[in-house]
């Protein structure tokens, strides 16, 4: 088999997206996803202008050795548009792999180690009531796990809160937006948060929160500290982690679970904070070069006792998300997903067979990963230039959104 065309496609059915066919001569395709929130254009040209000329002829069963040649090959190594660009080639090529055996993708990665994929739900208010309201809606629709965030008094917008009464979505249409940032508000606040979810849903709903990358460690030391009486599921992003050593002082202080890792690329993002036990989930998903690296990131991880948490946000698109579950329901040390559930516009788009049931995703059972690509209709929805918002502290100084 050979691969003889590769296509980009940038489209923006509610939000944008950059999605990659390769096409074999036996008339085989596989779709892979290249959207990297905020710089989608920059991953289109790396993939159009300098991969897809490289890929013609090539035989696609080839993953381990098409990815090191993407990789070694390219001599720069790593960042998010090469990292991004490499993972939508790669699962292309296991959607290619699994389809061309005619077998659900994950039949190829150790096959089915669990009947479900856990899930968590995001509830996002303005106010406490309305964060209550929203966790109780997602414990009325079966949800076992559900990720809590809210406004802070005093300040407006923040990470996780909706303007309108539409579901929250990060990135806004235009130059990016600022917000107003305070990490002493923020402290004082999030532990009334928790104490009144538990005190409205019980200790039974998993509880997961994402700081977003806003804490100091000693900080993030803190909180971790406050929030152990509500036992959350993870606390996630407590700090920007570029200096791993740092999740040190965390780890010393607190027995709050700590989940990292959405925008890490490779595993040299994560090496300290596996090998030392410093965090317990790793949030990589597919973005990060695809499967074939993350098969290995995980076993990594698993010698560690640190378990999965894919990233699952919607400015991965539904190709990321369906081929997310194959390796979900596939890898041993699996911890949980995330699923924040695209706009009916993007599913049109992406025909897919993964299913929601009673807190548990399960992936499509068809060949590949079950997720496909409607580019007719794709057409439709041309690219609109978005960003992500902006964070500045009270005084101005720009600060981690
Ligand atoms: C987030 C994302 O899902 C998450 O945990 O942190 O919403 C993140 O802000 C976006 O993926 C950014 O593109
Ligand atoms: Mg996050």
């Known amino acids: 088999m050979k691969i003889v065309d590769a296509k980009v496609f940038v489209c923006c059915p509610g939000r944008n997206f950059v999605t990659l066919k390769i096409v074999t001569d036996e008339g085989i395709y596989g779709l892979g996803d290249g959207t990297l929130n905020g710089r989608e254009l920059a991953v289109a040209s790396y993939l159009s202008d300098h991969i897809v000329p490289c890929l013609i002829g090539r035989d696609p069963f080839q993953t381990e050795d098409i990815w090191q040649y993407l990789y070694r090959g390219a001599y720069w190594r790593k ?31 150790g096959g089915k180690s669990r009947t479900g994929v856990m899930v968590y739900g995001h509830a996002n208010g303005k106010t406490i009531a309305e ?22 008094p005093g300040l407006g917008g923040t990470y996780g809160v909706a303007a309108g009464r539409e579901p929250y979505e990060p990135a806004q249409k235009g130059l990016p937006s600022e ?11 999030i532990p ?20 977003h990358h806003r804490l100091t460690p000693i900080q993030a030391a803190r909180l971790g500290k406050a929030l152990e009486p509500f036992h959350l599921f993870w606390m996630e992003d407590p700090v920007a982690a570029e200096l791993q050593e740092g999740f040190r002082i965390i780890r010393q202080h607190t027995t709050t679970p700590v989940a990292v890792g959405e925008i890490f690329d490779t595993v040299w993002d994560a090496r300290t904070l596996i090998a030392e036990q410093l965090i317990d989930y790793l949030r ?43 390796f979900d329901i596939a890898v041993p040390n699996f911890g949980i997903q995330e699923y924040m559930p695209h706009a009916n516009v ?3 788009v992406f025909p897919h067979g993964y299913r929601f049931a009673d807190g548990y995703l399960y992936p499509a059972d068809t060949p590949g990963h079950g997720v496909d690509f409607n580019e007719t209709l794709a057409a439709k929805f041309p690219y609109e230039r978005a960003y992500l918002p902006v964070s500045r502290k009270l005084d101005g100084t720009l600060w981690n959104w």
């Open 346 to 348: 993007t599913l049109d």
């Open 79 to 109: 960042g998010p548009v090469t990292m991004t660009a490499i993972a939508a080639v790669d699962v292309a090529l296991w959607d290619i792999k699994a389809k061309a055996l005619s077998t659900p993708l994950y039949n190829l990665l």
């Open 179 to 189: 917000q107003a940032w305070s990490s002493e508000k923020y402290l004082q606040f």
């Open 192 to 211: 009334t948060l928790f104490a009144e979810l538990r005190k409205s849903h019980g200790d039974d709903v998993h509880l997961l929160h994402d700081v």
């Open 131 to 152: 964060t209550i309201d929203e966790v109780g809606r997602h414990v009325e629709c079966r949800y076992l796990a559900v990720r809590a965030q809210c406004g802070i």
């Open 284 to 326: 990589m998903s597919l973005r990060g070069g695809g499967l074939t690296p993350l098969k290995k990131i995980a076993a990594f991880a698993e010698m560690h006792h640190v378990h999965t948490g894919c990233h699952g946000a919607t400015d991965l698109s539904p190709i990321t998300m369906g081929a997310a579950l194959h």
